[in-house]
């Protein structure tokens, strides 16, 4: 038996909103379309597959597509104005000798390859399967109210649960059957699955066992939920930062946001806040986003004399945008003088302002190098850092 694999990636992912196609979000390093044909091109199962995408990216090539491995033919095809147009022309490019054909929509990045094999084996055995789940919540029928300006709708019925299935892809189908089903939808039959089409084809149509994780990708907290989960226990990511600058007479000493009065201070290029600096590099270590000298290069002009608290606020920002946020961080600062210790009040103050998190969820101490070494001799400042992120939606992100 041959199996081929439309995915359906033909939306624009408007409810999204932002500025790329939804297909192309990122979860855990890898876009949604990366997640969802990657599935199928593991599958054991699946001999070939085509990609429906939205005609401006189906005429240039994916980077998401080129970086997997395609040990199968992969095909992409441009979609149509809705859903169903899109899988017509999927189905136009599978090649004639599959039996089986599978239809899965992109926007479920987490199917697995389990649930592609039994939806296909009953395809192959009764014609179509869908993936299904039984409902567990009470599901009500309801309606606009008839008198005009009340938003909330009316319950009309209570149907029972016990015959409810909420249907997921992948939906598989012998080839003549989605051939009818997709003919009926040429003629004008409009239907949000091919299932459907197949049901008013006259053909009787099964349904496996679907898959909690196979979640759809619809909402921005959908896509918050399905970042989380892929970052493993809590979604809990752990930053390192280190950073030395040499002290010179002359300068002064900025750490944590704060001038210290001491008669030198840290050379450098900006205002060598050490404690920033290795601070900046722990959050963005911690969001895998690079390091302070890549999004701020010395070389640049822009940053010449930049405060290094608005260089932290910046990439406090940066991780912001790919869903994290600040649960703690922790810092010891190497110094042989001045004593740090009257100071650190204030630059916890400085530090939980820039990064607005609550004072509490900053530690910084200070050491001396005990009188040898580059710190204990005087002539080196040395930090380390280390900062706690957690995707947005973890048990363990901040309330604010
Ligand atoms: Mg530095």
């Known amino acids: 038996m041959r199996v081929a694999a439309i995915i359906a990636a033909g939306g624009k992912g408007a409810r999204l909103g932002g500025d790329r196609p939804k297909q192309l979000l990122d979860i855990g390093g890898r876009t949604i379309l990366e997640h969802s044909v990657g599935a199928f091109l593991r599958s054991s199962r699946v001999d070939e597959l085509v990609v429906v995408l939205p005609r401006e990216l189906a005429s240039r090539p994916i980077e998401a597509l080129v970086r997997l491995d395609v040990g199968k033919p992969l095909r992409v095809v441009a979609g149509g104005p809705r859903r169903q147009d899109s899988v017509a022309r999927g189905f136009d490019a599978v090649g004639p000798e599959s039996d089986v054909i599978v239809v899965h929509d992109a926007a479920r990045p987490f199917v697995s390859e389990a649930l592609i094999a039994r939806t296909i084996d009953a395809a192959a055995r009764f014609g179509a399967a869908v993936a299904a789940l039984p409902a567990s919540d009470t599901v009500k029928q309801a309606a606009p109210d008839a008198h005009a300006g009340e938003e909330l709708p009316v319950v009309q019925s209570t149907l029972p649960r016990d015959t409810i299935y909420l249907a997921q892809t992948p939906q598989a189908f012998q080839r003549r059957v989605l051939a009818d089903a997709i003919a009926l939808g040429r003629r004008g039959v409009e239907a ?16 496996v066992p679907g898959d909690r994780q196979n979640v759809k990708i619809t909402t921005a907290e959908d896509l918050d939920v399905a970042r989380a989960s892929r970052l493993g226990p809590g979604g809990l990511r752990i930053g390192l930062g280190y950073d030395l ?3 010179a007479a002359g300068r002064p000493l900025w750490l944590g946001g704060v001038r210290l009065p001491h008669p030198r201070g840290l050379m450098g290029h900006s205002d060598a806040d050490a404690v920033c600096h290795a601070l900046t590099d722990a959050i963005l270590g911690a969001a895998a986003a690079g390091d302070i000298g890549q999004h701020f290069p010395d070389t640049d002009p822009a940053w010449k004399d930049a405060s290094s608290v608005d260089l932290l606020k910046r990439a406090m920002r940066l991780v912001r945008s790919k869903g994290y946020q600040l649960v703690n961080v922790d810092i010891v600062v190497l110094a042989e003088q001045p004593v740090l210790a009257p100071h650190l009040p204030a630059m916890t103050a400085c530090l939980a302002g820039a990064l607005e998190i609550d004072p509490g969820a900053i530690g910084i101490k200070g050491k001396t190098g005990e009188g040898i070494g580059e710190v204990g001799r005087g002539e080196a400042i040395a930090v380390h850092a ?4 957690a995707a947005c939606n973890s048990p363990y992100q901040r309330r604010s």
């Open 245 to 247: 600058h040499r002290l």
């Open 192 to 207: 949000t699955d091919e299932a459907w089409l197949a049901e008013r084809a006259g053909h009787t149509v099964r349904l």
């Open 386 to 389: 280390v900062a706690l992120l």
